[in-house]
């Protein structure tokens, strides 16, 4: 008998084999409904087919009456598991063709129906713990960066100078936000800190099933945030026995050591089952200056820019006369083009971190019909990134600071008011954020008179504090640089006069002690959530089976973030100075979503579908929503399945971009002013050139009560093609359109541009009596809209087992083929497909316009081999300080894995792996504020060795 068996859930495949072999079968839910199974391709005998697709279960099969096959447990740990005979008695039994009323299977994300083999109207990619296995990836965040369909700003611990030690995943390039991301189906709080999402090092890697990933707006199903996409994390369940196993790399340059260590234990209990994992995690730095595309932020010896820092080691002083001096030992001589500070040189670009995770379920069936669960999860995470020393602009803080013409350091004799100093006699700051995540889900289920149902209460919080050390407290700060009246002496009346105009090293001890400080902020994110659903199947229908779900949840959302006194009083130089974020709502929501059979051939080979889903939603800050989705599924034969589908989405105002504090930072900003040929045209310079020698700029931020949700329409065709003549093959390709307003936004950047181009945005931009920038005031706005266009295309191909082994292909990619975006209703539309604008500078990121991965597979008796290829197409981008455009190269890399099981105990795997195994350098990119590179698509890495040792017992 031939079969064509994808990999996935067993209970599914199991179905899939009695299709396929016309072979009646019979299973309880209860053994089967957390397991999953290897693919199945290619000619077997019956007892070669079920072996097979039962391997390391724990389960086995026997024929009932020379024609039931009856799958039960073979592995007892009580008096009270059925025997083959009894499974027959007690379960319903599927008999090809024939519909049964009870359905075998699971909800796949996209949709609360119960569901045995499923293609949706929309692409779901799945990547199961094999595939995560194979790709060597010990965090979440670092195994989706190279998915195809993510793009854009998502953050990881390859950020470090703007970066929180958070990972987060951008489907479509939009905002992190508009990507839901779901732990077993469910939401949990976000990002301690007041984040926009959750922050997927919060999840533990080892204790993960399998990730679903939706690729198209889920409003309907899942409410708020569901725009670009769902994430969702199915953790581990039926895990039996112990299983010990450690981690190890680094790079070919012998850094970013990365040691990972695993304990998980799983069994059977009387109608049960309880599985625990334990996991530490350690990662250590790339410096920036260990790289040679990042060693300097002076790229122009390799096609960049120069975008190194006008505060100096020596102080810059610019006279009221416009002159401008560089402290030289004892005197001054006039600033040249080359007095300018290499701040990468100090900096971290991987961060370091530490990661220590313990979760937990436990299942109960209290009868043969209703299953309870609990799971729970503990985790702490910990990441250090090191910055180069504190920089002071005078001029340029929110309260100037000025040099008094009779201070005891004042060599000039006349007020100065623009310094830049890098205080280098300080230490480097340091960054150090910390977490704590604590997650408990309760969930009962069951069947009653043919309704499946379930009733859950979920509760997460995540804490989070950052700490900023090494600082300068500007209010001190002030006082030293004053008049000499105000500053007698720390003996006399506590204040020490600091020598901030003069040559490094002439800022003593007593100095830095007297000005240097450090700023925490701490906070926490909330979420608790009651849910109900139910589903049926709709029986005897003229086209066949039908489904319908529906359901309710209730969530309450709280979110605070506190500065401390220092930060709250704008006081410190060298960090973000804010105020405190506090906010909580309520949301209610009710669902109804059905599938229907339309229309079936007589030969059933051909069939129409319709699947339709509708969401209300009300909240207690802005009001309600609704949101339905329809889609259409044309089966044309075992070979061809076409899809379509139409929804509308929206995404709810954070908490925080409602109700931030206000908060001050210097912004990476590209003014237009700094350039002469725009500072003589464009209408808000009034014809002065600002300071090319400055990109950062004071800016101030905050919420919004005010703001209404973004809002979106998503449309999507496309088609799955399995040609009966190349068993194990899958194609598909599928068309999207996300067409998003209201957008949410406070860009500095585009306010400025604004502002010189057009004279517009006066209150929001404030410059000095030069012409520089001194104040730039971004608050939240419903301003923005976003049209992305494109494709998704898929490849999936296992063939026929051989003598050697049996090989499997995967391939998928993802290609934009436009963004626009526009800031506001009176600006032009911007096509960012192909682009590269960095976050620090408030761009989207990365957006290129061809991104794809290609897999093998190869696996025999006790070996395992896999090779993976990723690349990213070449994007444009614009010179800082100037108006030319250069591309950033394409990047491609190869990822290769070959393990063995060893005949110990219950199996000890040995796994030798490289990254990046032709050491392809990241492509240099010269707008990129962090290492020169895009660090949020590509790698700085380099060349990774790494091996993993499983001992099972």
Not at 127 to 136: D, K, V
Not at 137 to 156: D, I, M, R, Y
Not at 469 to 481: I, M, S
Not at 837 to 866: F, N, V, Y
Request: proline residues 5%.
């Amino acid at each position: 008998m031939r079969y064509s068996i994808e990999a996935g859930p067993l209970s599914g495949a199991l179905i899939r084999y009695s299709q396929q072999s016309g072979q009646a079968i019979v299973f309880s839910d209860r053994l089967t409904r957390h397991l999953s199974t290897s693919p199945l391709i290619g000619r077997y005998r019956r007892d070669e087919a079920l072996d097979a697709l039962l391997a390391d279960s724990g389960l086995d099969w026997a024929l009932i009456d020379e024609r039931i096959v009856a799958i039960y447990a073979s592995e007892c740990d009580t008096n009270d598991c059925d025997t083959p005979s009894e499974t027959v008695s007690n379960n319903p039994v599927y008999v090809p063709g024939i519909e049964e009323t009870y359905v075998y299977g699971s909800r796949l994300t996209g949709s609360r129906i119960r569901r045995n083999s499923y293609t949706g109207a929309a692409p779901v990619d799945v990547f199961r713990a094999p595939e995560i296995e194979l790709s060597g990836a010990q965090s979440l965040g670092e195994l989706l960066k190279f998915v195809p369909a993510v793009v854009g700003n998502s953050t990881s611990t390859a950020i470090a100078n703007g970066g929180d030690g958070t990972a987060s995943v951008t489907l479509r390039g939009l905002p992190a936000s508009n990507t839901l991301i779901l732990i077993n189906g469910r939401r949990v709080a976000n990002d301690g800190l007041a984040g926009e999402s959750v922050d997927l090092n919060s999840i533990p890697p080892a204790a993960v099933e399998r990730i679903e990933i939706l690729k198209d707006s889920a409003s309907a199903i899942y409410g708020s945030d569901a725009i670009a996409g769902v994430v969702n994390v199915i953790m581990k369940q039926d895990f039996r026995g112990l299983l010990a196993e450690t981690f190890y790399g680094e790079t070919s340059r012998g850094d970013l050591q990365t040691r990972t260590n695993t304990l998980q234990y799983g069994s059977g209990l009387p109608r049960g089952s309880v599985f625990l994992s334990a996991s530490h995690y350690e990662q250590d730095p790339i410096f920036s200056r260990d790289r040679a595309v990042s060693r300097n932020a002076d790229a122009r010896a390799l096609g960049g820019g120069d975008q190194r820092s006008s505060a100096t080691p020596d102080a810059r002083v610019t006279l009221p006369d416009g002159r401008t001096l560089i402290a030289d030992g004892d005197g001054y001589r006039p600033a040249g083009p080359d007095d300018l500070f290499n701040f990468q040189a100090d900096t971290t670009a991987v961060v370091p971190m530490e990661r220590t995770s313990l979760y937990g379920n436990l299942s109960y069936d209290f009868t043969d019909q209703v299953t309870g669960l609990v799971e729970m999860t503990y985790l702490e995470t910990d990441a250090s990134a090191d910055l180069a020393p504190t920089p002071v602009f005078t001029a340029f803080e929110q309260q100037p600071l000025n040099l008094a013409a009779d201070n005891i350091y004042n060599d000039f004799g006349v007020e100065v008011s623009d310094i830049r100093r890098r205080l280098v006699e300080l230490p480097q700051r340091e960054q150090h954020n910390a977490s704590e995540v604590m997650r408990l889900s309760t969930v009962l289920e069951g069947l009653h008179a043919n309704w499946n149902w379930d009733v859950g209460y979920s509760w997460s919080r995540s804490e989070a504090s950052e700490t900023n050390t090494n600082l300068v407290n500007a209010d001190r700060l002030r006082r030293a640089l004053g008049p000499a009246s105000g500053c007698l002496g720390l003996a006399i009346d506590g204040c020490v006069p600091v020598d901030l105009s003069g040559s490094a090293g002439s800022i003593g001890p007593e100095q830095v002690d007297y000005i240097r400080a450090n700023g925490t902020v701490s906070g926490y994110s909330k979420l608790s959530t009651i849910s109900m659903n139910v589903s049926n199947a709709l029986l005897h229908l003229p086209a066949g089976r039908g489904d319908i779900a529906f359901g309710g949840e209730y969530r309450q959302e709280t979110t605070s973030k506190r500065p401390d006194a220092l930060l709250a009083s704008t006081g410190t130089i060298g960090a973000t100075n804010f105020e405190a974020t506090s906010g909580t709502r309520k949301i209610a929501e009710f669902y109804a979503e059905t599938a229907l059979p339309l229309w079936r051939s007589q030969s059933g080979h051909q069939a129409l579908y319709f699947d339709g889903a509708i969401r209300y939603s009300t909240y207690s800050d802005f009001g309600d929503s609704t949101n339905p989705k329809l889609g259409l599924r044309l089966q044309l034969g075992k070979d061809l399945l076409l899809r379509a589908g139409y929804a509308t989405g929206f995404r709810a105002p954070s908490l925080n971009e409602l109700y931030e504090g206000a908060s001050e930072e210097q912004a990476f900003i590209n003014d237009p002013c700094t350039q002469a040929p725009l500072a003589a045209s464009l209408p808000g310079c009034n014809g002065q050139q600002a300071d090319p020698s400055r990109n950062q700029f004071l800016t101030v931020r905050g919420g919004n009560p005010d703001l209404k949700p973004e809002t979106s329409v998503s449309y999507s065709a496309g088609m799955v093609w399995s040609p009966s003549a190349a068993d194990g093959l899958r194609l598909s390709l599928d068309l999207f359109q996300i067409d998003q307003d209201d957008v949410v936004a406070s860009s500095a950047q585009f306010i400025v541009d604004q502002n010189a181009r057009f004279g517009s945005f006066t209150d929001s931009v404030r410059r000095d009596d030069a012409g520089n920038l001194a104040l730039v005031t971004a608050t939240n706005i419903n301003v923005g809209r976003r049209l992305v266009r494109g494709a998704d295309l898929g490849l999936n191909y296992h063939l026929p087992r051989q003598p050697w082994g049996q090989l499997s292909f995967s391939g998928s990619a993802t290609y934009l083929q436009e963004y626009l975006a526009q800031l506001d209703t009176t600006a032009p539309e911007i096509n960012l497909a192909g682009t590269f604008r960095d976050e620090a500078s408030e761009g989207l990121g990365g957006i290129p316009d061809w991104k794809w991965q290609l897999g093998l597979r190869w696996e025999h008796q006790r070996w395992h081999a896999s090779s993976d290829l990723h690349h990213v197409a070449g994007m444009t981008e614009i010179v800082p300080g100037s108006n030319r455009r250069r591309q950033i190269d394409a990047w491609t890399v190869l990822d290769l894995q070959l393990s063995y099981t060893f005949d110990l105990l219950a199996g000890l795997r040995w796994s030798l792996g490289v990254d990046n195994a032709l050491d392809e350098a990241a492509p240099l990119a010269a707008s990129a504020f962090n290492d020169n590179i895009d660090g949020r698509t590509h790698e700085l890495k380099g060349r990774y060795f790494y091996t993993r040792l499983s001992q099972r017992f």
